[in-house]
């Protein structure tokens, strides 16, 4: 072996891309979305991903290694509803810890919420609003995560049980109550609207006088069923959506 040709192979060795990772490892599912495209929702998720890949004594995965890792699962990241089943999914990445994240887009501004699942199956919660400034959502992304990772229980003696309580976010009884209100005020006005279809249908709908008098309050009643019939329509396809989401919520906020 020529000198060139050792010399090529200790650089190689000592490449920062070719030394073992160091620290625990994690892995970090591609983010899910609400009211948000897509686009934007892989952007956070990068940031996030630079943020975690810089906290000390981690090994972060690279995304391609947990893609294939869910397209041989042959379906996404199914919830899960006790710790057995989240501990066989951080054991199915080959990883200590799982990082899950939802972008929500939701009253105007967009937030992020962060999980962080350990190798028993304990779950970590946060979240953290995004800057007006896409340059900032680094920083606040790397707060979020460092305050979730310092959080994490320690590992306890085989045997010993440990409770934790977490707080349930307000967002999806607020999101339920709002799009059941949203609904019910949707229909009210469906049936305003009907009423006034089934009147007008029925000779003058209740307008008196003739003559141009006549036509006027026909026309008005003709304008006010169809700006009932529009807010019924939209008051409904709000509520559907409200609820969708506090439901959407409600399961990714189950233990």
Do not use: Y
């Amino acid at each position: 072996m020529t000198a060139l040709s050792l010399a090529l192979l200790m650089a190689l060795a000592t490449s920062p891309s070719m030394l073992p990772c160091e620290g625990e490892r994690l892995t970090l599912i591609p983010f899910d979305t609400v009211a948000v495209a897509r686009a934007e929702a892989r952007r956070t998720e990068e940031a996030v991903r630079r943020a975690v890949a810089r906290t000390a004594n981690t090994c972060l995965e690279p995304r391609q290694r947990t893609v294939e890792g869910l397209r041989a699962q042959g379906s996404p990241l199914s919830p899960c509803l006790d710790a057995a089943c989240r501990t066989a999914q951080v054991k199915h990445f080959g990883a200590q810890w799982l990082v899950r994240g939802r972008v929500l887009g939701l009253g105007g501004g967009r937030s992020v919420a962060l999980v962080l699942v350990g190798p028993d199956g304990q779950e970590h919660r946060g979240a953290f609003a995004l800057p007006e400034a896409e340059a900032g959502t680094e920083q606040a992304a790397a707060q979020a995560f460092a305050s979730l990772w310092e959080g994490r229980l320690p590992e306890q003696p085989q045997g010993t049980v440990v409770q934790t309580q977490r707080r349930r976010s307000a967002w999806p009884k607020v999101m339920l109550g709002t799009g059941a209100a949203a609904l019910a005020a949707g229909v009210g006005f469906g049936l305003a609207a009907r009423a006034t279809e089934n009147r007008l249908s029925e000779g003058t709908g209740g307008c008196t006088g003739e003559g141009e008098a006549l036509r006027s309050c026909f026309a008005d009643g003709l304008r006010k069923g169809k700006q009932q019939s529009r807010l019924a329509n939209g008051l409904m396809g709000a509520g559907a959506v409200l609820g969708a989401g506090g439901a959407l919520l409600f399961v990714w906020e189950l233990p």
